[in-house]
């Protein structure tokens, strides 16, 4: 359940999850029934009427004093709530009220008991201090906060504030009269100054009078020669303003002329730049533009070229390693080649050799007559004793062929002829 409570009020909320108890001043809270409580206490402001009867002073004089203090529980205060719900939770505001007021009795007691008649009567602001200080501190333990304290009355039965008013309204009564002969005696004195004053302010006036009759009559003298001089000026002025005013005309006018020359020659100036900017527009413009066609042609054909030859770079490089790669694949092939031949006439020898001879021989054949088949003409010459026309020519390769064995038993020391037979059976 929700429970709300004014600004002059605190509740209390104790119980299962309350521990310490929860306090709120003015504001809302929410309690489980059953398991927990909620309690109220008052933040009302408290008027209290703190009377002390027949309280002897210092000097034995017994009087009776009275002061109005409002106190109230601190709700702002948490340190000070929580005590006052200590000290005063299920009481009612009458009994909290009772409680603060003996309390700020007893104090005030304390305190008259301290001070003489004479103190607590004349100086009351004094008093209601001293009492406001004690109790405040005194009360702060309970929770309570004296928010004022004002001294009400101060009487006794014995007459002796009485006897003091008497006094003090005989010394009055003195002062007064000392008071009224003085202001006599002064009224006097002050009406001989008054009349003394009187006689020579009125001289002083006379005086003042012809000083300023006589300024008059200088100033006036002073002022009419300045007059007729400034008349003067005036007129010699007023002929130099003429001359003055036709020397400026005549400034104005050729000024004018001035003027008028310059806006001709600023027409001038327009007409020839008129000209200027026709001739532009109709020469220069179109050669200007026929100059950018022909600068944008040129840089268009060079970029074109660039990336021409850029493009044939490329090519070319891109050709040049397919070409470096089929190289190197054939040349693998061919040492793989190799390899294996080497393989075979360290296997076979001689007759690996001869057999490698013997398929170059239509090579060899086919070189030495290679430059009979590139003749476009033969003339043979007949000596009679042997062949003649193509049986010769046939013979001629034929015989360099069967030089050929000797030669290579020259060079390899293996004879062909020999080795003929061992070559069939390695076939």
């Known amino acids: 359940m929700f429970y709300t409570c004014g600004p002059n009020e605190a509740m209390v909320v104790s119980g299962f999850g309350r521990s310490p108890p929860l306090m709120i001043a003015g504001g809302r809270v929410f309690v489980f029934p059953c398991i927990q409580q909620i309690q109220r206490i008052t933040l009302n402001t408290l008027t209290l009427n703190v009377k002390s009867d027949k309280v002897y002073t210092r000097r034995g004089v017994p009087i009776s004093v009275t002061g109005i203090a409002q106190?109230?529980?601190?709700?702002?205060?948490?340190?000070?709530?929580?005590?006052?719900?200590?000290?005063?939770?299920?009481?009612?505001?009458s009994e909290i009220s009772q409680i603060a007021l003996e309390t700020l009795e007893?104090?005030?007691?304390?305190?008259?008991?301290?001070?003489?008649?004479?103190?607590?009567y004349q100086d009351r602001k004094k008093f209601s201090e001293q009492v406001f200080k004690v109790a405040s501190s005194d009360l702060v333990n309970m929770g309570i906060g004296v928010v004022s304290y004002t001294l009400k009355d101060v009487h006794d039965d014995q007459g002796y504030l009485h006897s003091l008013g008497k006094a003090r309204t005989a010394q009055v009564q003195r002062d007064a009269r000392i008071g009224e002969a003085q202001y006599k005696r002064d009224a006097v004195i002050r009406e001989a100054h008054a009349m003394q004053e009187k006689v020579s302010a009125q001289y002083k006036n006379e005086i003042e009078m012809a000083k300023s009759q006589r300024d008059y009559e200088l100033k006036k003298a002073a002022y009419d020669v300045e007059v007729n001089s400034k008349k003067a000026e005036s007129e010699m002025a007023y002929q130099l303003q003429v001359a003055k005013t036709k020397q400026r005309i005549e400034e104005e006018k050729m000024?004018?002329?001035?003027?008028?020359?310059?806006?001709?020659?600023?027409?001038?100036?327009?007409?020839?730049?008129?000209?200027?900017?026709?001739?532009?527009?109709?020469?220069?413009?179109p050669a200007e533009a026929e100059k950018y066609k022909l600068e944008?042609?040129?840089?268009?054909?060079?970029?074109?070229?660039?990336?021409?030859?850029?493009?044939?770079?490329?090519?070319?490089?891109?050709?040049g390693e397919a070409e470096a790669f089929a190289l190197e694949a054939k040349g693998r092939a061919e040492a793989e080649q190799m390899s294996k031949k080497a393989e075979a006439f360290?296997?076979?020898k001689e007759g690996a050799m001869v057999d490698m001879l013997l398929e170059k021989l239509p090579l060899m054949a086919e070189e030495i007559s290679k430059p009979l088949s590139a003749a476009q003409k033969v003339t043979m010459v007949s000596s009679g004793s042997s062949e003649v026309g193509a049986a010769k020519l046939a013979g001629e390769v034929l015989d360099i062929m069967t030089r050929l064995p000797s030669a290579v038993e020259k060079l390899t020391g293996v004879d062909i002829s020999q080795a003929t037979g061992h070559t069939t059976r390695v076939r």
């Not at 042609?297 to 050709?319: C, D, H, N, Y």
């Open 346 to 348: 360290k296997q076979y």
């Open 255 to 285: 000024q004018v002329q001035v003027v008028e020359r310059g806006q001709q020659i600023t027409l001038q100036e327009q007409e020839i730049i008129r000209k200027e900017k026709e001739l532009e527009a109709k020469v220069k413009k």
């Open 71 to 93: 106190v109230k529980i601190q709700g702002q205060n948490k340190e000070m709530l929580a005590t006052a719900c200590q000290m005063f939770m299920g009481k009612s505001e």
């Open 106 to 120: 007893g104090h005030q007691r304390a305190i008259i008991a301290h001070l003489t008649v004479e103190e607590i």
């Open 296 to 319: 944008k042609l040129a840089e268009a054909q060079r970029l074109q070229l660039i990336m021409e030859a850029e493009a044939e770079a490329e090519s070319i490089k891109i050709k």
